[in-house]
């Protein structure tokens, strides 16, 4: 997947992968409910972004920075974050498509 002119190694069937953004999947829904909590908008924004910085950098190996800069806007992680949901709906269908072809019925 590429992401800002950044290559970023997106593979849900592989199980290293999968592990980590399950595991980072899980924190950002945990942080989240925290997050709910603030009061004021601007205070669940930062919270917000230093948990998606953290999300990408636990998933990509420390590469926040290369990927979404070093700065980013909240939007910018969304951006990131959305993509990142596309490319698993992507590879979902190329995976429906190889069992589909490859079943076992239509192997005998």
Do not use: H, W
């Not at 199980?15 to 601007?42: G, T």
């Amino acid at each position: 997947m590429k992401f800002n002119n950044v290559n970023v190694a997106v593979d849900f069937y592989d199980p290293d992968f999968l592990e980590k953004f399950e595991n980072a999947s899980d924190k950002v829904q945990e942080e989240a409910k925290r997050i709910e909590e603030i009061e004021k908008a601007s205070e669940q924004m930062r919270k917000l972004i230093a948990v998606l910085q953290d999300f990408i950098n636990e998933v990509f190996d420390d590469r926040c920075d290369e990927i979404v800069g070093s700065n980013p806007k909240f939007i910018e992680l969304m951006n990131f974050y959305d993509e990142l949901a596309q490319e698993r709906i992507r590879q979902d269908a190329k995976m429906d498509k190889f069992q589909t072809k490859y079943s076992i019925k239509k192997l005998k």
